[in-house]
């Protein structure tokens, strides 16, 4: 089962209900912007508002990475 699907920094995180836990699903808006390698199942949470939390924090850290220059390169 689906819900809503919330907006964040370019991204829709679409939680859904399995296995008696909510998961999200993260799929990038643009094309300048990079595919989640995470599968779906690898948040799972009692509460929808956790996954969705831990969703938008997986898209933080992944765009903090992007953000870095690389240990080789001057800045």
Do not use: F
Request: glycine share 2%.
């Amino acid at each position: 089962m689906t819900t809503e699907t919330y907006q964040y920094r370019g991204y829709d995180i679409v939680p859904m209900w399995q296995w008696s836990s909510w998961c999200t699903g993260i799929y990038a808006r643009r094309v300048d912007l990079p595919i989640m390698s995470r599968s779906t199942l690898s948040t799972m949470a009692p509460e929808k508002d956790e996954a969705v939390a831990e969703a938008k924090h997986c898209i933080d850290r992944l765009l903090s990475r992007l953000k870095q220059p690389a240990a080789n390169e001057r800045v």
